[in-house]
């Protein structure tokens, strides 16, 4: 009898210990896939230097453009643009020219690359105004961090003369997690006539002498430069692998300057990678939102040949559009989110929809100034019931708003969209058509939309979901389940028909990730569930993504200030982004039919 309890004992002890060694074990699992595990690997183990390799993301045009006052800028404010190699022991200063020749470096009207070994940097200023002073009316020096929106420099530069003595600059301090450069850089412009008062004061025969020559010299306004420089302690740790945004965002956060003045109107953006600056150039010169045509600021100056008078925004299409194709959008949120993602979106692409509705587990929480309309549903936040909290949103919005929107388009709070595009591609189909459209997946013989890419409805296949998907019981009751993939179970057993959202080249407009996976060739070639549920391939380089891309997924809030500035409010100077010609609102096209580009 003993024993048999010493038995029973130990038994009960193997049971107990076995239960808490696979608690402890789940406990670490859900630890390693929070955000604190996340920050706390950051503040442990910074980020190492940036990895460049070399690739080719290929050649885009656009027809549409108007560049003419771009051109007259380009030939009467012409810049000489000096790229130094420093980092040369492993190549990968020499690989990161050449990302910047194919990108904002082809602007420049010269382009010039010094190796460090051959020749110091103040060297290679005096080489350069020798060689080409006869051609040249500034001189643009950047660190291999830097992005230039030479337009804009252009701009800036415009008012001033060129055989003025006058140089602008911008100091960048230096973070271990910048991912870019090896130390703080100092970012130049010289006149010409600054260059020949350098030269002739032999100013050029080192830094030191350079920085005694400069402290005498006229410097213009730089703030348009982004001089950046503050204790890293203040810099938040999950904007470390987006650090190009933080400058801006540091501005408005600090100093109360507008994003849009800051992200819209700069000059350069520092701590760039060499991925980020092919994600610039497609963002800034070929993604639009349809319908309009972006304002255009003054430029008067006496040492400028012509008064270009400022141009007002012309939305007068797209505002068209969304009285015939009227969209309204259910954003998925959390508690957590409602002063984030929430109050961002309803600052930003939500204001572009005709309603924009967030949906919770909680209608009121935070700050009462968000001032967004967000409806708690009585169901979990869980990512578990996903499912039935899209359920529950779209119900909410067939009972109270399905007179009010022709189509209905569901996204989570960390997906950007761009609500003209959506409403340029629908206009050539009909709301009364069980239909509906996203980023289109397969999982075995179940064909749906990915959820993070979010998805619209027809006004048809909203009433179908409603009356007889869950009225019915034709999907899935309970709530649990994976919110994308019940969807598209339901949307087969309805007959809901599966759009096509590419444009006329077979290039995607819903993304479920970010768009640097797809610009850059490679990038997204060890993502397996990618490869293994898209349906359509995704094409590799800058013919990845249509001029009419639609959504993007997990874009942080600052990345969706950058995009609404430089979509709706500032181009890069001279450029006044064109369209198409195309007859819009044409609702007897035949279901399926591509959309146009």
Known sequence: MKLIRVQ????????????????AVLELVIFFRSSTFYKLHEFVFKPYKESISSYDVGLRAQQWDDKQIAKLLYESVRVHCLLYLEDLGNGFDAMKAEHIRKTWGCRCNELSVFDSREISLTEAYLWIYRNNHHKLDWLLSVSMGTYVIVENLRHMLAPYSPSQAIYFSAQHGFYSYAHVGKGATTDHIFSRGALEHLTAENCLQDGSSLRA?????????????????????????????????????YRSVYENQSRESCFGRGILYPYVNSNQLHVLDFLLYHLRPYGYVNPLPELRSVHFPNHIEAKAINDTLARRLSQSVRVLCLVLTWPTNHLSGTKTISETWGRHCNRVVFYSSSPHVGSP?????????????????????????????????????????????????????????????????????????????????????????????LQMFITRGIGKSMCRAKGEGTEDYQMGICMNTLNVTDGDSRDHYNRHRFFPIG?????????????????????HTFQKGINCCSTYSITMHKVSPYEMHFLEAVLYSARPYGIIMGHPRTKCGNRSAVVVRRGQQ
């Open 515 to 535: 768009l640097e996976y797809f610009l850059i060739p490679g990038r997204a070639d060890f993502i397996d569930w990618l490869k293994k549920f898209q349906i």
């Open 213 to 249: 020559c400069l402290a005498r010299m006229d410097r213009g306004p730089s703030d348009k430069l982004l001089p950046f420089h503050v204790q890293e302690e203040v810099l938040p740790f999950h904007l470390r692998t987006k650090f190009w945004l933080w400058p801006c965002t």
């Open 8 to 23: 029973v004992a130990e038994l009960w002890r193997i049971l107990v210990l076995s239960f808490a060694g696979w608690l």
């Open 369 to 461: 100034g968000v001032g967004v309309d967000i409806v708690g549903l009585n169901i979990s936040d869980s990512y578990d019931f996903l499912w039935g909290k899209t359920k529950a949103a779209f119900r909410h919005a067939y009972r109270h708003y399905r007179h009010e929107a022709d189509w209905f388009f569901k996204a989570d709070d960390d997906t950007y969209a761009i609500i003209e595009n959506m409403r340029y591609m629908l206009s050539s189909y009909s709301p009364d058509t069980p239909i509906h459209f996203g980023c289109n997946f397969r999982l075995g013989k179940v064909t749906y939309m990915s959820g993070g890419a979010g998805y619209v409805l027809s006004r048809k296949a």
